[in-house]
């Protein structure tokens, strides 16, 4: 368990990494804000 996560999960199957953590959706976010702004 990711204490950093805050909330949502992460699954690895194999090399595929499936990302449903708030932090990701969070930095994403952040990400199209900027480049909106």
Request: hydrophobic letters at 45%; zero cysteines.
């Amino acid at each position: 368990v990711e204490p950093s996560l805050i909330g949502g999960l992460i699954v690895k199957i194999g090399s595929k990494l499936i990302d449903h953590s708030l932090k990701t959706k969070l930095m994403r976010l952040q990400l199209a804000m900027k480049g909106v702004g």
